[in-house]
T-cell receptor
Framework: SAVISQKPSRDICQRGTSLTIQCQVD?????MFWYRQQPGQSLTLIAT?????????ESGFVIDKFPISRPNLTFSTLTVSNMSPEDSSIYLC???????????FGPGTRLTVL | AQSVAQPEDQVNVAEGNPLTVKCTYS??????LFWYVQYPNRGLQFLLK??????LVKGSYGFEAEFNKSQTSFHLKKPSALVSDSALYFC?????????????FGGGTRLMVKP
C-alpha cells in the first residue's frame, strides 16, 4: 500500500477565489488520480495525472477550472479555480501502484464555498 | 464502457447478524472488482478485490465478497456484523480492457448496524 496525505484537510472559501490542494505520497508512483465527491454522492474522476505528461481530464472537467500539476513521482496539486458554491465537495487524490490493480486514497480535502 | 450499480442506498442490520451489500457491474472485457469503505470524515479504505481465480475473496475486517459471472454481481458479505462496521461502502469496477487503471464507482450503500 501507500501512505497518502492531503493538505488542507478542509477549508472554507469565498466564491470567486481559488484553492490549491496538495497530495503527497510516501513512495514513487506513476499514476495519480483526482476525484470529487459531492455531498451525499459517489466519487467522480476529475483527471488522471501521470508524471511526465499532461493531465487527462474526464468529460465535464476542464483544465482552466481544475489545473493540475505533477512535478515529480511523489507529489501533485489540484487547483479549484474561480470557485462557486457548486464546487463544495470532498476532493480526493489516489494512486495506483505498479503490480496492484486497486487504488489507494488520501484522506480527502473538504471544501466549502460560500 | 464500464459501470457499476449498488441498488440499495442503505442497509440496516442488527449486530451479530450476517450482512450483505449488493453490487452489480457491466464491462466489455473481464471485470476487476473492488470494495472500499468510507468512515465519516475519512478517505476511502480498500477492503478487497477480485481479479481472477477463486470466486470467493476475503478481505479486511472479516469481510468477503463473492464474484458471480453469470449474474454479473460482486456482493459484499460478513457473517456477523459489528456496530463499528457502520459506514459508507462503495463497489468499484475496472474493465480489463482499460489500460489506464481507471475505476468506476457505484453510488454507495450506507450500512447501519444497530446494537
Amino acid at each position: 500500500s501507500a501512505v497518502i496525505s492531503q493538505k488542507p484537510s478542509r477549508d472554507i472559501c469565498q466564491r470567486g477565489t481559488s484553492l490549491t490542494i496538495q497530495c503527497q505520497v510516501d513512495s514513487q508512483v506513476t499514476m495519480m488520480f483526482w476525484y470529487r465527491q459531492q455531498p451525499g454522492q459517489s466519487l467522480t474522476l476529475i483527471a488522471t495525472a501521470n508524471q511526465g505528461s499532461e493531465a487527462t481530464y474526464e468529460s465535464g472537467f476542464v483544465i482552466d477550472k481544475f489545473p493540475i500539476s505533477r512535478p515529480n513521482l511523489t507529489f501533485s496539486t489540484l487547483t479549484v479555480s474561480n470557485m462557486s458554491p457548486e464546487d463544495s465537495s470532498i476532493y480526493l487524490c489516489s494512486v495506483g501502484l505498479a503490480g496492484a490493480h486497486e487504488q489507494f486514497f488520501g484522506p480527502g480535502t473538504r471544501l466549502t464555498v460560500l | 464502457a464500464q459501470s457499476v450499480a449498488q441498488p440499495e442506498d442503505q442497509v440496516n442490520v442488527a449486530e451479530g447478524n450476517p450482512l450483505t451489500v449488493k453490487c452489480t457491474y457491466s464491462v466489455s472485457g473481464n471485470p476487476y472488482l473492488f470494495w472500499y469503505v468510507q468512515y465519516p470524515n475519512r478517505g476511502l479504505q480498500f477492503l478487497l478485490k477480485y481479479i481472477t481465480g477463486d470466486n470467493l475473496v476475503k478481505g479486511s475486517y472479516g469481510f468477503e465478497a463473492e464474484f458471480n459471472k453469470s449474474q454479473t454481481s460482486f456482493h459484499l458479505k460478513k457473517p456477523s456484523a459489528l456496530v463499528s462496521d457502520s459506514a459508507l461502502y462503495f463497489c468499484a469496477v475496472r474493465d480489463s480492457y482499460n489500460a489506464g487503471n481507471m475505476l468506476t464507482f457505484g453510488g454507495g450503500t450506507r450500512l447501519m448496524v444497530k446494537p
